[in-house]
């Protein structure tokens, strides 16, 4: 009698053992099965973000159009959408949202693209502070929105202020030292109250020639300082080197930009003159 009641109990461990065993076994098996879902959906996630950024990169080369400026940014948006972690995705939408916000003639779009750069300048500066493209578009977005409403507060001019000194403190070169030409827009285009002042646009648009020769957009608005200054024979002079200058390919939209605005400004200073 003994013997069987301790065979019974016997029997119960065993079978609680192997329900037991069984239960772990099922839990492994669903939490490995999870994470690989986890895993293919974030590679999944990632690759297409990776492409959108792909799609986004060709589209930009043909930016002089402005319709596939407008298409590289919806691919952006995509990228973002898809994994918000990238920091590419986030600061070349940065780019391209100025871009349009820059070229466009339609109020609302202007307005709409300034803040999704501002926006996404910000998470880019968020992802990854130590470098530069997140600081110089998210400035330059900053700065867009000010020219097209005036700056019109001190908070303003200090934001695009912060953003290109980052930009000249990480890496000085980018964008072909780009951060003096924001510097050197700021300062033309605030109103001095806020500390606006044309002469010391000057000094930053003429150190960024210094390093950058060819860089027409920078040469334009040197010019357009130059002109503010009642310098006029200095900005011909300089509209004149854009008309010479060999542009860089990967940069043709700007200069060609530059070439149209400095065309714009000879005609305003000769017609002044008269």
């Known amino acids: 009698?003994?013997?069987?009641?301790?065979?019974?109990?016997?029997?119960?461990?065993?079978?609680?053992?192997?329900?037991?065993?069984?239960?772990?076994?099922?839990?492994?098996?669903?939490?490995?099965?999870?994470?690989?879902?986890?895993?293919?959906?974030?590679?999944?996630?990632?690759?297409?973000?990776?492409?959108?950024?792909?799609?986004?990169?060709?589209?930009?080369?043909?930016?002089?159009?402005?319709?596939?400026?407008?298409?590289?940014?919806?691919?952006?948006?995509?990228?973002?959408?898809?994994?918000?972690?990238?920091?590419?995705?986030?600061?070349?939408?940065?780019?391209?949202a100025f871009y349009v916000g820059d070229h466009t003639d339609n109020d609302d779009e202007r307005t709409e693209m300034f803040r999704t750069g501002t926006e996404a300048g910000k998470a880019a500066v968020k992802l990854q502070p130590d470098k530069p493209e997140g600081h110089f578009w998210l400035g330059a977005n900053y700065g867009g929105a000010a020219a097209?409403?005036?700056?019109?507060?001190?908070?303003?001019?200090?934001?695009?202020?912060?953003e290109m000194e980052a930009v000249l403190k990480i890496d000085e070169g980018y964008q072909g030292y780009s951060a003096y030409l924001g510097l050197g827009r700021l300062y033309l285009q605030a109103p001095r109250v806020l500390g606006g002042d044309s002469s010391k646009a000057i000094e930053y648009l003429e150190k960024g020639i210094k390093l950058n020769p060819k860089h027409s957009l920078m040469r334009y608005h040197l010019a357009e300082a130059l002109q503010a200054n009642n310098r006029d024979a200095e900005a011909k002079k300089q509209i004149e080197a854009i008309a010479a200058t060999a542009p860089d390919p990967k940069h043709m939209a700007e200069h060609n930009e530059a070439v149209a605005k400095g065309k714009k400004l000879l005609e305003k200073i000769e017609a002044d003159a008269r």
């Not at 690759?47 to 589209?59: C, P, S, V």
């Not at 097209?148 to 912060?162: E, G, P, Q, W």
């Open 1 to 96: 009698m003994v013997n069987l009641k301790k065979s019974q109990q016997k029997l119960r461990s065993a079978l609680i053992g192997c329900a037991v065993f069984s239960i772990a076994f099922i839990g492994i098996s669903c939490n490995r099965g999870a994470e690989t879902t986890t895993s293919l959906a974030g590679s999944s996630d990632a690759k297409m973000a990776a492409d959108r950024i792909a799609e986004a990169d060709t589209l930009w080369e043909g930016r002089e159009d402005i319709k596939k400026a407008r298409v590289a940014v919806a691919a952006l948006r995509q990228a973002r959408t898809a994994d918000y972690g990238n920091y590419d995705a986030a600061w070349k939408l940065a780019r391209g």
């Open 148 to 162: 097209h409403s005036t700056i019109a507060n001190l908070s303003s001019f200090n934001d695009i202020k912060t």
